[in-house]
């Protein structure tokens, strides 16, 4: 399955990952199925789109790491799982909300999904304070650059930007902000 970023951005998520024990990511594809080579113990993904999640599924096959790939249902979809319209407007929390039923000590997050902006701050807030988390198209959609109020970037490359909490930033302070952010897909 094709990744969709460049070589300079893969070998560096690449090289995140071989130091990853357990990895989340929102939104899945060629990404995911890196992770299930790469990191240690175990990963978990999310996608608004039933039939791409039954893709990768089938593309990781089996594996004997701790696999969960999850379809998180936030109404009619259209192109990259973009929501259709604003008639399930009540189901899009859910999909920034998953990150609260995974595991604490996922160390590598990356958000390449839906809903960017609250799924990277509501992952911030809820993950241990060393996690490091990962945003693509980063550099080119400048509003994404909210988070750096409470996240401070540690690497990049072309598009592709990796953070850490920044110190004395409390998790409720972000999840106030993530509030705002829970109806953009973008």
Request: proline share 4%.
């Amino acid at each position: 399955m094709k990744i969709q970023m460049s070589k300079d951005e893969i070998a560096l998520l690449s090289n995140f990952m071989r130091k990853s024990d357990h990895y989340f990511e929102f939104g899945m594809g060629g990404s995911t199925c890196l992770a299930a080579e790469l990191v240690a113990k175990s990963v978990s993904a999310i996608d608004s789109s039933i039939e791409w999640v039954q893709k990768v599924r089938e593309k990781i096959g089996e594996s004997p790491k701790d696999i969960t790939l999850t379809h998180v249902d936030i109404g009619p979809i259209g192109a990259w799982g973009s929501p259709k319209g604003s008639s399930s407007k009540h189901l899009f929390p859910a999909y920034s909300d998953t990150i609260k039923q995974q595991r604490r000590d996922i160390n590598l997050c990356l958000v390449d999904g839906r809903f960017r902006v609250a799924c990277f701050l509501k992952a911030l807030a809820y993950l241990d304070s060393d996690a490091v988390l990962a945003m693509h198209d980063y550099r080119v959609r400048d509003y994404y650059h909210v988070v750096e109020e409470f996240a401070r970037p540690i690497a990049a490359t072309n598009t592709l930007v990796f953070f850490v909490r920044r110190k004395g930033v409390m998790p409720p302070e972000i999840e106030r902000s993530a509030a705002s952010f829970v109806f953009d897909s973008r």
